[in-house]
């Protein structure tokens, strides 16, 4: 998201929470309930290039939200929970599940004590290649190169490109312009080879990110033996199943359930989907999921629950907890629903 965009939308939620629009539009838009996304969950970091800062929050937002939930009269359940309540049309009261995705080490040193403090549940999506320490964050191998660079050449799609990296401003430029670039290529393989290549490049040390930045085996059975955490699948290598052949998409699924259950000794029964946006996870990635057996697979299309999500319980939207944005405010807006009813043009549903 660029800085212009930041901005808007920053004004945006601001104008709705100053106003009251966002009360006047929850009995309308805010559904049954809410799913939301965290990634990262640690100390807030003094570098000025971050371009994936929206994918952490820091530990004492964390507890904000949490805090700020309870206080508004919203149930904080399980998974398994809005699973129950989905699939029995139980709607009596409004709650909200929180989810972590990847399975990131700061989840178990910074986010676990709080979610203990106040007997929060979450579900925590792991990759089982990520577990393995063998996993490919090219996110934040492409984040490191451009850091470590004052200029980057490549090609990508044909064209030979030149991106100038000298300051913080020109990284975020180069980093947004390279990210887009590359998730637009139909093959993600190719993708993450020019990521790799950029890197190499660059000195960074692809393959010991994972290892660095992500729980293993040991860990996350640590964090499976927790009551309030519930570990899902997040397939084995983090691809974007949609652009994958459907042989591909189904054994990574299968693959991702079956070592976790395998390593943990329990099954997995709900899924993300990695990326998760309609161009990574769509009619067909639902479907086998659902033949895979899982309850519930969610999705990062943004939305709160609607009592129509019973027949789509493979295409669960969520709410992105954004690093950018972190104000209890911001989030007090988005549970109104009435920013994502905009984006989906007032469709409660979005499962195509």
Request: hydrophobic fraction near 40%; charged fraction near 25%.
């Amino acid at each position: 998201m660029g800085r212009v965009n930041k901005t808007i939308l920053r004004a945006g939620l601001d104008t709705l929470y100053f106003s009251g629009g966002h009360r006047l539009a929850n009995p309308f838009f805010s559904g049954i309930g809410a799913v939301l996304t965290f990634h990262h969950v640690r100390p807030r970091r003094p570098d000025g290039f971050q371009p994936n800062r929206s994918l952490e929050i820091t530990p004492e937002f964390l507890e904000e939200v949490i805090v700020g939930i309870k206080r508004s009269g919203i149930e904080l359940v399980t998974i398994d929970e809005a699973y129950r309540r989905l699939a029995e049309a139980d709607f009596r009261s409004r709650f909200v599940a929180l989810t972590f995705d990847d399975g990131y080490r700061d989840n178990l040193v910074h986010a676990l004590p709080i979610l203990k403090r106040h007997g929060a549940p979450v579900v925590l999506y792991a990759p089982s290649s990520f577990a393995d320490g063998t996993g490919d964050l090219w996110w934040i191998a492409l984040e490191r190169a451009v850091a470590a660079s004052s200029r980057i050449e490549v090609t990508i799609g044909g064209e030979a490109i030149s991106c100038e990296c000298a300051d913080d401003a020109s990284k975020d430029d180069a980093f947004r312009w390279l990210y887009w670039s590359l998730r637009g290529l139909a093959s993600e393989p190719e993708m993450r080879a020019i990521i790799d290549d950029i890197a190499r490049r660059a000195g960074v040390d692809t393959s010991g990110i994972c290892r660095e930045l992500c729980l293993d085996w040991t860990e996350l059975k640590s964090m499976a033996s927790e009551p309030l955490v519930t570990i899902g699948a997040h397939t084995h290598s983090h691809i974007m199943l949609r652009r994958a052949p459907e042989g591909v998409a189904r054994a990574e699924l299968k693959l991702g359930v079956e070592r976790l259950e395998a390593k943990l000794g329990v099954r997995p029964k709900h899924l993300a989907f990695p990326v998760g946006d309609p161009t990574s996870a769509g009619p067909r990635e639902f479907a086998i999921a659902e033949e895979l057996g899982f309850l519930t697979s969610v999705t990062t299309r943004p939305g709160v629950l609607f009592a129509e999500h019973r027949q789509h319980l493979q295409a669960l939207p969520r709410i992105s907890v954004n690093g950018e944005f972190q104000r209890l405010r911001y989030l007090d807006v988005l549970l109104s629903g009435a920013p994502t009813a905009l984006m989906n043009g007032f469709r409660r549903v979005n499962a195509a």
